[in-house]
């Protein structure tokens, strides 16, 4: 059963036109996390929800936004796609437990963005 | 800068042989994680070692933490094609709880 659903799984935009990636989640988790992956690289965090709380990288570049309306759900919004932006986006969740220790991040299978 | 420095960048091997991936990391961390991805796929959670752990095991999977050299190593044993995949050890920074900082990742390839 999936539990970190992106879709769309491939999407193809034209340069400079604004696009959505979405991310949905049913393990009621209270962190989302957004990971740009170029090809043989590591994921690169752009920014995480800890609950409502926005957290962006200090390198995450303008173009890039996200949206958080409710536990369950998570978009990234590119402003305005460069040929550079093309990549794979993933979307992660995870829980803080108390005592802070990091868990386990849950992975959706990503979307993959083409600029034309 | 990366967090995590993983050697090697490739490694290939025959179905039956073990497989030893590296990560090296720079500041003091709460636990280390591993992850595998297949191709075209997200990541999945493989193991997990806190701080004060030395050694964990999960089925072929072996995990040592070496705190004092910063350094970790996973080895897959009896390895199977199914096992290829690309490896990324990632860990968290002391004080920074709610993120992760991946290495730049192992690619395995096991060859039938």
């Known amino acids: 059963d999936a539990m970190v659903i992106q879709n769309p799984r491939y999407q193809v935009t034209q340069f400079g036109k604004p696009v959505t990636l979405s991310c949905s989640q049913t393990l009621n988790h209270n962190v989302m996390y957004w990971y740009q992956q170029k090809s043989s690289q590591a994921p690169k965090l752009l920014f995480h929800?800890?609950?409502?709380?926005?957290?962006n990288e200090a390198d995450t570049p303008d173009n890039f936004q996200s949206r958080r309306p409710n536990t369950s759900f998570c978009f990234l919004d590119i402003r305005s796609p460069g040929l550079g932006d093309a990549a794979m986006y993933l979307c992660?969740?995870?829980?803080?437990?108390?005592?802070?220790?990091?868990?386990?991040?849950?992975f959706g299978d990503g979307t993959r963005l083409s600029i034309l | 800068s990366q967090q995590g420095e993983e050697d090697p960048q490739a490694l290939s091997i025959q179905e039956g042989e073990n497989a030893t991936m590296n990560c090296s990391y720079k500041?003091?961390?709460?636990?280390l994680q591993w992850y595998r991805q297949n191709s075209g796929r997200g990541l999945v959670h493989l193991i997990l070692i806190r701080s004060n752990e030395r050694e964990k095991h999960s089925g072929r999977l072996r995990v040592t933490l070496d705190t004092s050299k910063k350094s970790s190593s996973l080895l897959i044993t009896a390895s199977r094609a199914a096992d290829t995949a690309s490896y990324f050890c990632a860990t968290d920074a002391k004080g920074n709880t709610d993120k992760l900082i991946f290495g730049t990742g192992t690619r395995l390839q096991v060859f039938p």
């Open positions: 992660a969740t995870s829980t803080i437990l108390g005592g802070g220790s990091n868990q386990p991040q849950h």
């Open positions: 929800y800890y609950d409502k709380d926005f957290n």
């Open positions: 500041t003091s961390i709460n636990n």
